[in-house]
C-alpha cells in the first residue's frame, strides 16, 4: 500500500481458477447472496509475502482450501473505476491477475465459494453444439446499430473491421482465442452490464449478455480463458487438468471444454499420438456402460524432445 496523503494504492491479487468436471469448463467464484460472483482475490502483504504468487498460494489456500497447482501470471489490471468506491474513499486498487489450474473439485467445503462453468459469464464462447444463438438473434445486429452509431466514416470502418475479426465471417472464421477482444468490444458497444459503470449505453435495447461478474472481474475471466485457450496449443498446460490417467475421450472432452468448440475423434487421436503427448499404459478403465477404453498418461519426455508441444487446434467456420 502507498500512501502520499492524498491517495491510496493498495496491490490486490485475483486468481482465475480453473477446472473441468463432467465436460465443464469451471471457475471458483465467490458467490454471496444479493452481490456479484466474483474472483477470489486478496491483498498482496509485503511484509509477510515474500513474493506475489506466494502470497496468492498462501491466502487462496486459507480461503478456498485448494493447493494450487500451475500458476501463471496474467496482467496487472489497473484501470480508474476498475472498483466501486464508497462516498469519501480516494482508495485506487491495482489487482495483478493469476490463472491457476487445478484437477481438485471434490468436496466445497470453503465458505461462499462455488464452482460456476465459464461459460455462463461468455455464453457466445462456446461451438462445441453449434454457433451460439445469441450471436445472430442478439450481438450482430447490435454491433450493426455500434457501427452505424459510430462519429464518422473512418470510425465506422474501424468498428466494423473490429466486428469482422472479432466475431469472423466466411473469410475469417471463429478464432478461439480472441476472448478479450470480443468481450472489449462488447464493452466499448456497451452490450454488456459492467459497461454502465462508465457510462456506455447501447444504441437500442439488448437483453445481459451473460452473466455480470464483480468489478472488472470477468475482464480479468477473459484475459484467462484466452490466455489457456491459446497456451495449450503450444504448451502440455491441458494435462494439469487432467488425472494421472485418463481415456483419449476424455482428454477430448476436456480440450473441447477449454476451446469451446467440437473436434473429429480420429484427427483428435492422431493428433496426440503423433505429437508424442501421451503414451498407453496397457490398462483400461471399466465404464458402467460401454466397452472399455484403454488408459494414457502424459508422456512427459515430450517436454525434452521438443520446444514446444501442445495441443494444435483447426480453425472453425464462424457461419
Known amino acids: 500500500m502507498t500512501d502520499t496523503g492524498k491517495h491510496v494504492v493498495t496491490i490486490g491479487l485475483s486468481a482465475a481458477i480453473v477446472s473441468v468436471v463432467d465436460d465443464s469448463p469451471s471457475v471458483l467464484v465467490v458467490h454471496t447472496a444479493g452481490a456479484d ?21 498462501t491466502w487462496v489456500g486459507e480461503q478456498t482450501y485448494l493447493d494450487l497447482g500451475y500458476v501463471e501470471q496474467l496482467y496487472t489490471f489497473g484501470d480508474r473505476g476498475r472498483h466501486t468506491l464508497k462516498p469519501g474513499e480516494n482508495m485506487r486498487v491495482v489487482s495483478v491477475g493469476y490463472l491457476a489450474l487445478t484437477k481438485q473439485l471434490g468436496e466445497r467445503n470453503a465458505p461462499e465459494s462455488i464452482w460456476r462453468d465459464w461459460y455462463r459469464y ?25 457501427v452505424a452509431a459510430a462519429s464518422d466514416k473512418s470510425c465506422a470502418e474501424l468498428r466494423r473491421d473490429r466486428v469482422r475479426l472479432c466475431f469472423g465471417d466466411e473469410d475469417i472464421g471463429w478464432d478461439e482465442e480472441k476472448v478479450l477482444e470480443r468481450y472489449e468490444l462488447l464493452y466499448e458497444a456497451g452490450l454488456v452490464t459492467e459497461s454502465a459503470r462508465d457510462g456506455r449505453i447501447a444504441t437500442g435495447h439488448v437483453p445481459p449478455l451473460g452473466d455480470r461478474m464483480m468489478f472488472d472481474h470477468r475482464r480479468i475471466l477473459a484475459t484467462a ?27 477430448q472432452r476436456t480440450v473441447e471444454a477449454i476451446s469451446g468448440i467440437r473436434l473429429h475423434k480420429q484427427n483428435f487421436r492422431r493428433l496426440v499420438e503423433d505429437q508424442g503427448l501421451v503414451e498407453g499404459t496397457g490398462k483400461f478403465n471399466s465404464p458402467p456402460r460401454g466397452r472399455p477404453a484403454e488408459l494414457f498418461r502424459f508422456r512427459r519426455e515430450v517436454l525434452r524432445e521438443r520446444p514446444s508441444p501442445g495441443v494444435r487446434l483447426a480453425r472453425q467456420r464462424a457461419t
Open 225 to 251: 480463458i484466452a490466455r489457456l485457450r491459446g497456451k495449450m496449443k503450444y504448451r502440455p498446460v491441458v494435462f494439469e487438468l487432467m488425472s494421472a490417467t485418463f481415456t483419449l475421450l476424455e482428454l
Open 37 to 57: 460472483d466474483s474472483l477470489p482475490f486478496g491483498p498482496f502483504d509485503p511484509i509477510s509475502h515474500r513474493t506475489l504468487e506466494g502470497g496468492l498460494r
Open 122 to 146: 461468455f455464453p457466445w464462447e462456446d461451438w462445441r453444439d453449434k454457433k451460439p444463438a445469441v450471436i445472430d438473434e442478439v450481438i450482430d445486429p447490435a454491433l450493426e446499430d455500434f
